[in-house]
Nanobody, 126 residues
Framework: QVQLVESGGGLVQAGGSLRLSCAAS????????MGWFRQAPGKEREFVAA????????YYANSVKGRFTISRDNAKNTVYLQMNSLKPEDTAVYYC???????????????????WGQGTQVTVSS
């Protein structure tokens, strides 16, 4: 049974930083991609970042490019999202998810992700 557990969310002032973690368990992920999505109150879920587990390719939403960095530790089956220069509009619940077919055509679409974590709240105050 695949499980994804996010951590690292919290309250931070604008301009600050947070690092989210997503620990995956249940099977190996050597051929899978991992992504981060977020959902703010009253808004649709949106793609944030993704990483291919084997090729190290990374993808970012334009709104976070240059501020967020996705990385992973294969030995720990963990994916990270380093978030710098945070803005109030980054406030949302952040979810990690598994995409077994991660590529340039699927990385941004939630429907291609098979497993999801429970989410972690990130709040950025102005």
């Amino acid at each position: 049974q695949v499980q994804l557990v996010e951590s690292g969310g919290g309250l931070v002032q604008a301009g600050g930083s947070l690092r989210l973690s997503c620990a995956a368990s249940g099977r190996t992920f050597s051929r899978d991609g991992m992504g981060w999505f977020r959902q703010a109150p009253g808004k649709e879920r949106e793609f944030v970042a993704a990483i291919n587990w084997s090729t190290y390719s990374t993808y970012y939403a334009n709104s976070v490019k240059g501020r967020f960095t996705i990385s992973r530790d294969n030995a720990k089956n963990t994916v990270y999202l380093q978030m710098n220069s945070l803005k109030p509009e980054d406030t949302a619940v952040y979810y990690c998810a598994v995409n077994s077919l991660l590529n340039i055509n699927t990385y941004a679409h939630g429907r291609y992700y098979d497993y999801w974590g429970q989410g972690t709240q990130v709040t950025v105050s102005s």
